[in-house]
């Protein structure tokens, strides 16, 4: 389970919830920027320090931090996942920002599914809100998970 951003340029007089929406539909072939993959990823990395770069196989860039933020830049989006039940929330979030707002002056916008909306650097404390309320849940889930395995048989008992 991860908080996960999707940046993208919409078209020009094309809404960017449509734009998102139609990404997620892969009906967006359109939506595909020209820049140099390489120049976004220096552009993340001289905004962020600790950045780590590897290439893919399919030739997207992936950028990794020790704060647990992965962004994975292709010709399509560019995704921003921090995984849950981690600490450092704050930084997380703060890495993420730092992203968010390197990339607005390049003409992205930011699409947060957890909030369902195109969000600015004015939606980070609701983002991180939304980030520990999800977080709250995982004593329920392990909780759950012990007092299902403890009920039920073995898969080899039968009867």
């Known amino acids: 389970m991860s ?3 999707t940046l993208f340029r919409p078209p020009a007089g094309l809404d960017p919830i449509e ?3 139609r990404i997620e539909r892969e009906e967006a072939d359109y ?3 020209d820049d140099d993959l390489q120049r976004l990823a220096d552009l993340l ?3 962020v320090a600790g950045f780590r770069q590897s290439m893919t196989g399919d030739g997207s860039i992936e950028l990794d931090h020790d704060a647990q933020v992965q962004v994975i830049i ?3 989006e560019i995704g921003i996942t921090m995984p849950y039940f981690r600490p450092g929330v704050t930084d997380m979030m703060r890495i993420a920002a730092e992203c968010v ?3 607005a002056d390049e003409g992205f916008v930011a699409f947060d599914p957890q909030l369902d909306k195109i969000v600015t650097l004015a939606d980070f404390t609701a983002m991180t809100a939304q980030y520990r309320d999800t977080d709250k849940v995982l004593p329920h889930i392990v909780r759950d998970a012990r007092s299902q395995r403890s009920t039920t048989k073995p898969w080899w008992k039968f009867w």
Request: charged share 35%.
């Open 3 to 5: 908080y996960d951003l």
């Open 19 to 21: 734009a998102i929406h």
């Open 31 to 33: 939506i595909v920027f």
């Open 45 to 47: 990395r001289a905004r």
């Open 74 to 76: 292709t010709d399509r």
């Open 101 to 103: 707002e390197g990339l």
